[in-house]
Every structure is written in structure tokens, then in C-alpha cells.
């Protein structure tokens, strides 16, 4: 007991110094951030090279017009998916977990919160891959070692708390967008903006639709924006969490697709990999300039890191309440996990990882939207299950499915969404009797 006791003091101390996560309560209005700091945890976010790589390849699969599109419509549906679910964090100061508690039920929300919070997991472990492969393949460096020093310092970030986020927000921000700049104009001075404009896809073949490109372009924070209130919930007021989301959602992410897309069709690399040499890291390193090569090293270890610790924050929140922990225990304990995946080159499965969060997730987020804006606004944690949110749910995953296979031109994850939102909102209106007990 003595021993508990000793490390729950410790656990105290270090939160007495940097912070309450409030893990287990909502946050209270005392201990709300500015809009400033709120917005800076956001754009941080999605203004990332795994951003441009993404835009690198939507403009190889749809050409650039038509990728255009895609990433502006994409991202207009995510600022108003987003920005509604974090509008009911900032007014409920609730987390993800704790919110979907009152919708999925007190025992019900583990399935919900576990399966994000793991995915988030994997996210981490994926980002932190990337950096490892990037670095040792650019600079003829150990994976392993780079990856672990990589992981070791995103843990580190992610412990700080919400602060730490706020923190990485503020340089890797400004770092994108100067280095950002620079690959845009350099590299379209190669080729003239007309050539960019017409890019019809890699070797001239556009082999993807709106409707995947959509999916891509959603499916990308698609998991990070259904857990919103995670950040959210430190807002002020209303009008702070709106401007905070917009930051990410169209502006960050659509800059930093744009920045790979750009690029990807200012050069027109036949059979360009966007995840190997060509994107903007591999852009800088060659130039053959020994500045932007260790500038390019300092940037790739800085931005990752934003999108690792946003990702290792949300994996420990969720986890940190579904295990009656504290946020920074979890960080520690699956940082280490996310970094022992991490060496054994997960990063590769990314495409398969969109297409799991996009036939998964959006239900989930429709659903706490359906739930607090349309059927019990202010309700409270009530029972331990809520099956008609779990209904709804399998649904809306069936549905996505059955588009992935058989409609692979339609846009899976906003099928997924829609199909969740309009189920629970048509079987949760059903009478008790008519539902069997659900």
C-alpha cells in the first residue's frame, strides 16, 4: 500500500507541475487555454509531411484539378464534422471517452474509446516509422536507432500534457510553412504553373475516383477528428473551438496536401513514391546543399513529432480512462509499445489503415452527433449499454463495407457516416417494445 501510495504522490507532484489532463472529469473553466494555444494545438496537426504525402498521392491517382477538388471538399466535410463534435466538447469540457460514455453506455464506451484509442496507437507507431525510414534511408543512418530516438522524444513531448502539444505547435508550424513555401515555388519555377494546372496523373493516367479520393482525404484525420474533444474540451467558449478546428480543417491539412501535390505535378516523376525519396523531405536532401540537409533532418524530427504526440496524447487519454490511469502513465507504457511496432516497418500498411478507419470510424462520430444534437442534449452517463448506438454503428460499418467492395467508386467513409447517423436516428426513435429492450 505504502508503494501505491508513493507513486500515486509522484503522479500528483508531476501534475501539480505540469498540468491536470482531467482524465476523468470534464475540464473545468478555470483550467481552460486561450484560443490562441487551443488553435496552435490544431494546426499543429494536419500541417505535417505525412499531409503532403497524402496530396502527393491524390494528384498522382486523380491528376491535379480533380485532386483539388477533392482535398477542398474533403476538408470542408471534415471542418463541418469536426467542428460540430468539438463544439460539444468545449460545452460539455468532456473528452472523447467520457462523451462517448453517455452515448455508448458507462461499460459500452470501452469499444468505442479502446478501438480509436488504438488505432491512434498505430498511428503513432506508423509516424514514428516514417521518421526512422526517411532519416536512415536519407542519411544512411540505423532504422532502429533513429526510430527509437524518434519514439523517446515524441513521448517525451506527449508527457508535457496538452501544453507540450501547444508547444510543438508553435515551431513545426512556422517551420512547414517556411520550408513549405520554398518546395512549392522552387519546385514549380521547374516546370511553370500551367504544366502543374494540367498534370493529368502518374504517366499520364488518372486511376482514382472523387469518390476514393474523397475517402483519402477523410480518412486521413478521420480518427484524430472523431476524438476532437480530447482538445476541444481546453476551449473557452464556443466561437474559440470553431476557429481552432478551422485552423486544421481546410487550413492546415489543405495546405499541406497542397504542398506534395504541388510538387508531385511540378515534376512529374514518372512513377513517383511519395513515401520513399519524392516528397519535400527528399526534395530539400536533393539539393545537395549541406544546410537544407540538416535543416531537412531538424524539420522531419519536429513535424512527425507534432502528429506523433497529438496521436500517442489521444491513445493515452482514451486508454488512461478506459484503465482508470493517468494520461501520462499511458503515454510512457504505449509510447514504448508504439515504438517496438514501429521498428518493425509498420508504416508500410498505411493505405490499408485508411481503409480500416474509413469503414470503422465516421459511424461513431455520427452517431454522438445524431445522439447530443438531435435526441438527448445534456444527457448523462445512464446506464452501462446503449445497444441501439451499437446497432446503428454496425450498420453503418455493413454499409461501408458493402461500398468498399461493391462500389468502389463512392466514398466510403462518408457512406460509412451517413449510413450510422441515419440508422441511430430512426432506431433510437423507435418504441422501447418495437426495439426489443434495445
Known amino acids: 500500500m505504502t508503494g501505491k501510495h508513493g507513486e500515486a504522490q509522484k503522479l500528483e507532484d508531476v501534475d501539480h507541475v505540469l498540468g491536470d489532463e482531467y482524465e476523468h472529469e470534464p475540464v473545468p473553466q478555470s483550467a481552460r487555454r486561450s484560443t490562441f494555444s487551443v488553435t496552435t494545438v490544431w494546426i499543429g496537426f494536419p500541417m505535417i509531411i505525412t499531409g503532403a504525402m497524402t496530396g502527393s498521392i491524390l494528384v498522382l491517382g486523380m491528376g491535379f484539378i ?6 477542398v471538399i474533403g476538408n470542408l466535410i471534415m471542418f463541418a464534422y469536426v467542428g460540430a463534435l468539438g463544439v460539444l466538447g468545449t460545452n460539455r469540457g468532456m473528452n472523447f471517452a467520457l462523451m462517448a460514455s453517455v452515448v455508448f453506455g458507462r461499460q459500452g464506451y470501452v469499444l468505442a474509446s479502446g478501438l480509436l484509442s488504438t488505432l491512434l496507437l498505430g498511428w503513432y507507431a506508423v509516424q514514428t516509422g516514417i521518421t526512422g525510414s526517411l ?31 501547444h508547444l510543438i505547435g508553435l515551431v513545426s508550424v512556422p517551420l512547414f510553412v517556411l520550408l513549405g513555401g520554398w518546395v512549392v515555388f522552387d519546385s514549380a519555377a521547374t516546370s511553370g504553373w500551367s504544366a502543374i494546372f ?6 499520364g493516367i488518372a486511376s482514382m475516383s472523387m469518390g476514393v479520393g474523397l475517402t483519402v482525404v477523410i480518412a486521413l484525420f478521420i480518427d484524430a477528428g472523431t476524438v476532437t474533444a480530447d482538445f476541444n474540451r481546453w476551449a473557452k467558449d464556443t466561437r474559440s473551438s470553431i476557429i481552432a478546428t478551422f485552423s486544421a480543417f481546410p487550413f492546415a491539412n489543405l495546405c499541406a496536401m497542397l504542398v506534395g501535390g504541388i510538387m508531385t505535378a511540378a515534376l512529374a516523376v514518372p512513377d513517383a513514391n511519395p513515401f520513399g525519396a519524392d516528397n519535400m523531405f527528399g526534395y530539400m536532401n536533393s539539393q545537395q546543399a549541406i544546410f537544407l540537409s540538416v535543416l531537412a533532418f531538424v524539420f522531419l524530427y519536429l513535424n512527425l513529432g507534432s502528429v506523433c504526440a497529438h496521436c500517442l496524447y489521444n491513445a493515452a487519454t482514451g486508454w488512461s480512462r478506459i484503465l482508470n490511469t493517468r494520461m501520462r502513465v499511458m503515454a510512457v507504457v504505449l509510447g514504448a509499445i508504439g515504438i517496438a511496432i514501429a521498428a518493425g516497418n509498420v508504416w508500410a500498411y498505411f493505405i490499408q489503415w485508411l481503409s480500416l478507419l474509413g469503414i470503422l470510424v465516421p459511424p461513431i462520430g455520427a452517431i454522438i452527433l445524431v445522439d447530443q444534437y438531435l435526441h438527448r442534449r445534456n444527457a448523462e452517463i445512464d446506464r452501462d449499454w446503449r445497444p441501439t448506438a451499437f446497432i446503428a454503428w454496425a450498420v453503418g460499418s455493413l454499409v461501408a463495407v458493402i461500398v468498399e467492395f461493391y462500389s468502389p467508386g463512392l466514398p466510403t467513409a462518408i457512406s460509412a457516416g451517413l449510413a450510422g447517423g441515419i440508422a441511430y436516428a430512426n432506431i433510437d426513435r423507435m418504441p422501447v417494445a418495437a426495439r426489443a429492450g434495445a
Open 66 to 71: 480533380n485532386a483539388l477538388w477533392a482535398m
Open 135 to 165: 532519416i536512415s534511408t536519407a542519411y544512411d543512418l540505423n532504422y532502429v536507432a533513429m526510430t527509437i530516438i524518434a519514439g523517446v522524444l515524441y513521448i517525451a513531448i506527449t508527457f508535457v500534457g496538452v501544453h507540450g502539444l
Open 198 to 203: 494540367s498534370y493529368e496523373g502518374n504517366n
